[in-house]
């Protein structure tokens, strides 16, 4: 089966960096991507990685380690508009060709004045 | 600026009634997904569309649910009959061609079952 591991929240102040990790077990893996959602609002997209390493953009970066089963969102340059819940989700390979996102149950960031 | 929209952005119906969600993809996306969130199981894919075949409704109770894409412009999820359990928020998202890990989320259908 999959499964994702991610803390289910997070505090954090202004300015500040915050990591949040997560830990994947899947059948297949294509790579690991990152949703943010607002309260009352629908995910958004922030990030995709599908090899190793870091990948950044603004303040925000993702890392992927395939071999730990391991990745982490990293936000820089805390802003209270990031307060929001952090998905992180790994292409199932499934049945069908393109398989389909599993995600985690995410993680509550709270950014502190 | 291309968004997915749904239809309704809310809906509280009795028990037993039929509730009909819509979903307008963005144009050009070939993927099209339907999700369920509430608190305790969190994000649950139901089912997905690639070119409006159906790839994937493992998710999706089928004695009560059915989605279907009668165009490439429009798809729907029907929950008939509706139960209290079914209440929660309702996503629909589209993709690129090939585009599973980043999809596009419309606003949801907040769903209410009395």
């Known amino acids: 089966g999959q499964s994702l591991e991610q803390p289910s929240e997070v505090t954090a102040v202004e300015g500040a960096i915050v990591q949040i990790n997560c830990t994947y077990q899947?059948?297949?893996?294509?790579?690991l991507s990152w949703y943010q959602q607002h309260d009352g609002g629908a995910p958004t997209f922030l990030s995709y990685?599908?090899?190793?390493g870091l990948e950044e953009t603004g303040r925000f970066s993702s890392f992927l380690s395939r071999s730990d089963s391991y990745g982490y969102l990293l936000l820089q340059e805390l802003q209270m508009k990031d307060s929001a819940s952090y998905f992180c989700a790994v292409r199932d390979k499934g049945e069908n060709q393109g398989g389909k996102l599993i995600f985690g149950q995410g993680t509550e960031l709270s950014v502190k004045p | 600026d291309a968004r997915v929209t749904q239809t309704p952005r809310h809906k509280v119906t009795e028990m037993g009634q039929e509730v009909t969600m819509r979903c307008q993809p963005i144009l050009g996306h070939n993927t099209v997904f339907w999700y369920r969130q509430t608190m305790m199981q969190g994000l649950e894919l139901l089912a997905y569309?690639?070119?409006?075949?159906?790839?994937?409704d493992s998710g999706m109770p089928k004695d009560r649910f059915s989605a279907e894409m009668p165009d490439a412009t429009l798809a729907t999820l029907k929950i008939q009959p509706s139960e209290p359990r079914d209440s929660a928020v309702y996503f629909c998202?589209?993709?690129?061609?090939?585009?599973?890990?980043?999809?596009?989320f419309g606003p949801g259908t907040r769903l209410t079952v009395t």
């Open positions: 569309f690639r070119n409006r075949a159906p790839l994937d």
């Open positions: 998202a589209s993709g690129r061609q090939g585009g599973v890990d980043e999809q596009y």
């Open positions: 899947t059948s297949g893996f294509y790579g």
């Open positions: 990685n599908a090899l190793d």
